[in-house]
T-cell receptor
Framework: GENVEQHPSTLSVQEGDSAVIKCTYSDSASNYFPWYKQELGKRPQLIIDIRSNVGEKKDQRIAVTLNKTAKHFSLHITETQPEDSAVYFCAARSLDDKIIFGKGTRLHILP | ETGVTQTPRHLVMGMTNKKSLKCEQHLGHNAMYWYKQSAKKPLELMFVYSLEERVENNSVPSRFSPECPNSSHLFLHLHTLQPEDSALYLC????????????FGSGTRLTVV
């Protein structure tokens, strides 16, 4: 089955700087890669996703890149703001529609 | 609200109690999921229901018993739980076609005493 590894587990960046979170997956048949943001005490919410036929997708300050050959994908947040502080989860969905999550990255935005 | 509602929000139960968690979605989705979120395993898939049939069990202990009476409702029946079962239990739904990700409910914070 699919296995998703996520790094780092904790990340601290200065406000205004960029943050990058990286994930790898094991199942080459996986074709959909969502990213979720979970603020303290709240539910995970989908913030951006990418399909396997696309190499990069951007939405304002967040972008996701996918390298199918290497089976890794990354989340990039530019010009970070205090409200970006949260836990971020990457995930991969294989052909059986099951979504497997990484272990999460706790992002701290430092003032 | 995202269209996925979970009740109760908080639950404290003794190890000999029987309780149920409820999830309801109004998004027209045909797949529903139970996840357990704890410090050890941040998002651990427990059960998957697609078109009201259970398609994934993931070796969850029998003290957790899911029920999906229709495509809009999902229950998790709990009995004789252990303290290590204390966690946030999240329900999610999806279109099941694989077009989009999940929509999560707010979760039930369960404490077993």
């Amino acid at each position: 089955g699919e296995n998703v590894e996520q790094h780092p587990s904790t990340l601290s960046v200065q406000e205004g700087d960029s943050a990058v979170i990286k994930c790898t997956y094991s199942d080459s048949a996986s074709n959909y890669f969502p990213w979720y943001k979970q603020e303290l005490g709240k539910r995970p919410q989908l913030i951006i996703d990418i399909r396997s036929n696309v190499g990069e997708k951007k939405d304002q300050r967040i972008a996701v890149t996918l390298n199918k050959t290497a089976k890794h994908f990354s989340l990039h947040i530019t010009e970070t703001q205090p409200e970006d502080s949260a836990v971020y989860f990457c995930a991969a969905r294989s052909l059986d529609d099951k979504i497997i999550f990484g272990k999460g990255t706790r992002l701290h935005i430092l003032p | 609200e995202t269209g996925v509602t979970q009740t109760p929000r908080h639950l404290v139960m003794g190890m000999t109690n029987k309780k149920s968690l409820k999830c309801e979605q109004h998004l027209g989705h045909n797949a529903m999921y139970w996840y357990k979120q704890s410090a050890k395993k941040p998002l651990e898939l427990m059960f998957v229901y697609s078109l009201e049939e259970r398609v994934e069990n993931n070796s969850v202990p029998s003290r957790f018993s899911p029920e999906c009476p229709n495509s809009s409702h999902l229950f998790l029946h709990l009995h004789t739980l252990q303290p290590e079962d204390s966690a946030l239990y999240l329900c999610a739904s999806s279109s099941g076609t694989g077009a989009y990700g999940y929509t999560f409910g707010s979760g039930t914070r369960l404490t077993v005493v």
